[in-house]
């Protein structure tokens, strides 16, 4: 069987591949402080350096910010085309005293009873992409040749928000477009059961300034006669949300579609507990939805939120005024297929509905994006899925992501590819903190589950 | 009749009496500004002189801050002992360009059709306060007398707040004690027809602190499980009057009675136009209790509003957070025998039992003072109804005052007396703005006004 001799490779070099991520990891490529520019080069040209010698055409490509590396490899499947993802830039290591073994020199050594590679960006995102490019390297000695055709994008920003990452897609959509996009940068559902996301929720943003008097008036000498903006704004902020906690604004659920039953019957069967979830954050009860599941109320359900408000006197003691304006900052998770811009023009009707005489509301627009599903029908998920229980043997767990991943979106959009969204890492990795650890299991098993789902793909 | 006599005497007088307030005028009392402290104390050194040269005790008094200026006449009569307070300090002149002529260089001239002296302090307070004095004056020059025992306390920290005031009555109780005071700093309800403020509204302040989870939430990551403060915190403020804007919340309206019937017709009578009131600062539609004329509304009806509220990001764009916190503070203008600090402990009730699972309230008591009335009854308001409609041909309105005027509160709480509020400015004197101006009526029959009154309460 060619799969198990990649796979014994993968096993037997294991060593070497700690040996290369380390090398890696020693690289102090942090994004957002310009003091480390050149060792995000260096990093790119580390990273161009190793998949060149793993045969594929590989350069780093300046952009305005950090480079990208950029690589292709051929192969004689007609199999489909695979874009792989993952950003080599890191977070700041600060504050430094906490580290137990300093960010940048990485070890392997016990945490938490299982063994780790230890130090800044070994989960986030230089132990994850490195699995992918452990697994090709593994096809390459074990076969002579990549298991299909590749290429690789590695951007150096994602930590400061991936400036660059758009327009150089817009600049190069003929030369990375795909069959279908992996990214390494999510989690696992737990240490041992594999995930794949595949519902990404929408968002849309929107601010409303209400209005009444011309002026800030003494509440005084006007109170009880003067229309008062905050209180016009509560109420508003009130009436969002029905005593069920849904949302009451005409349309909005227009192609919020009820979750798949075969996956709802998974989130349900899963070993989850609402308690230790809202526990870790100091609440005790889920408040959204009624008789929705928290897992389906962060991941499959569409929300509305206030972010931010602002009005009146906010310094210290007291002000007796009536403010002429007061606003807040509107944000909705979107869903299946929810329009961000029909609910924009919904949710602006239904606030100027409720504005009494005097009151007038202006709008900020902040952006949206509708939601990304995969279709549980995509034969690259269904691949993917028998290639993970297989490597885990544990069904993958289809999850949900309540935040957005922009890439994603822009892959969708940009480049017209559906995205398979896996990772291996886990809760307590402690990404973007001190003591950031990458289990080792992850590492190994996780180059493991690629050789198995570049595998399943090609066939 | 001596009376007339005194009358006479103001009139005969009138353009030395303007030259004294010109004299008072001119000299730059801005207690706001450190650069004019020299020129507070000198205007307190010009009143205490002109004060002595009419024969009262009348001396210049330290403080931390601006001086007071403190004198005592004594007379025949067994009358009642009256108080006279007013203040010598006025606004900063800025902006000066504004000015059609010097603010501290006064004059007499023509404004809107009337008689008037243009100035800074021209009505708030050298001209108001200056009635008083030229009152005394004539009743010195007529009969050799003052009418009856005065004290007269007048301040140079108005402007700024009073901080020296309520020491200053602490730490001179017996000697200012009186038995009515009698302040000069309100309007009259137009040009021709004067009033007395006897209502003025109290005040309870509170702070609301909604809070949720131990941390900002990311609002993608727990949008739709976890608790948003400001949701909860709308919901309050929502929900603390009804549809007729009455407030909810129980036991507030204990003690808020019914406007006496003989002032409610007396108001409904008056010649006032909601429509100008509301139009003047960009309104059109009274937002109080549904049923009540405006002027109840704002002079004699208890209200809440909201005169501040922060909660998440307020800068420019959007941030996805679920804030740990929301804040509001609250202001309720209290009428009548309302208790502040019953409505207070019934408030944080209300607020308590509306927060859902997981939320709790703190609060900040920013202090609170109950409403002030001159009973109907008072023998001192009948007298001085009777003297200014005699003066003015017009009964006196008696108005309320929807804001606070700490010192009378004081008065009553530290010194046990009523106090009569009357005062001659007008809507247009422009306090505090450029082309500040006394109408030559209000400061000529301001004088005739206080005779007439000192002269009913001596009898």
Redesign the interface.
Known sequence: MALEQVLATIDKNLNHSLERLFALMRIESVSTDPAFAKNCRAAAVWLAKELSALGLDASVRDTKGHPMVVAHGKATAAAPHVLFYGHYDVQPADPLALWQTPAFEPEVREVGGRKAIVGRGSADDKGQLMTFVEAVRAFVEAEGELPLAVTILLEGEEETGSPSLLPFLEANKAELKADVALVCDTDMWNDTTPAITTML?G?M?D?VIVK????D????????????P??V?????????DGDGRIVIPGFYDGADELDPEIKAQWTALDFSESK??GE?????????KGRH?LE??WS???C??????????GT???????AQ?S??F?F?LVGKQNPESIRASFRDFVRKQL???CEAEFLA??GSPALQLPLTSPYLKKAREALAAEWGAPAVLKG????IPIVGNFKRDLGMDSLLIGFGVDDDRIHSPNEKYNLSSFHKGARSWARILDALRS
């Open positions: 929720r968002l943003l601010e009444a008097a011309d002026r008036l003494h509440s005084g000498l006007f109170g009880g006669a003067a229309m008062n905050i209180r704004l509560g109420k508003i902020i009130a009436s969002v949300h979830f809202l954050i100091g609440l005790s009860k889920p408040a959204g939805e928290v109320q962060i359900r569409p929300t939120d206030v972010n931010g408000i602002i009005g009146g006197y906010t003691g007291s002000k007796t005024v009536i403010p007061a807040a900052k944000s998770r009494p005489p005097d902040h952006g992501s309540g935040g957005s």
